[in-house]
């Protein structure tokens, strides 16, 4: 994994770190697509749950589905936090807050960039995610 990951990849995922808030390659990414688990491809959130919460990092309305993260209590740094994991890899991905948009639920998935792989909408075909287009229909 280590050799598949940037440095920053690897921290993140594997050593539960956080990236810099502001300078991450997603936290102000407006195209529509899917965000998938770094280390494995696995599909997590598309583009029409993305909000900009002000925090610096992506956030997220809700995930694609939900049994493709887990969630843990965190109490490090002395707080009592909900940290975020793929499923399928065990990777980090970033904490569930409480503060998010109130016209979608509430929550907001604040995950790192470095957790994530991006695709855009013109390639998730190709890349093999046609089936989740039909999640970037606007509502």
């Known amino acids: ?68 993260i887990k969630e843990n209590t965190n109490k490090s740094h002395g707080m009592i936090r909900t940290e975020v994991r793929s499923k399928t890899g065990d990777a980090h991905l970033g904490y569930l807050f409480n503060d998010g948009p109130r016209a979608k639920g509430g929550l907001r998935y604040c995950i790192n960039s470095a957790s994530l792989r991006f695709i855009p909408k013109e390639k998730m075909e190709a890349e093999g995610y046609a089936k989740y287009l039909p999640l970037l229909d606007k509502k």
Do not use: H
């Not at 690897?10 to 965000?35: D, H, L, M, P, S």
């Open 1 to 68: 994994m280590r050799t598949k990951l940037t440095p920053v990849q690897y921290a993140v995922t594997q050593q539960n770190a956080t990236e810099r808030a502001f300078k991450n390659e997603y936290w102000n990414e407006e195209r529509e697509g899917i965000y998938v688990d770094i280390t494995t491809g696995e599909p997590l959130f598309v583009s029409t749950d993305k909000f900009d919460s002000g925090c610096g990092w992506p956030s997220f309305s809700k995930p694609i589905d939900n049994t493709l």
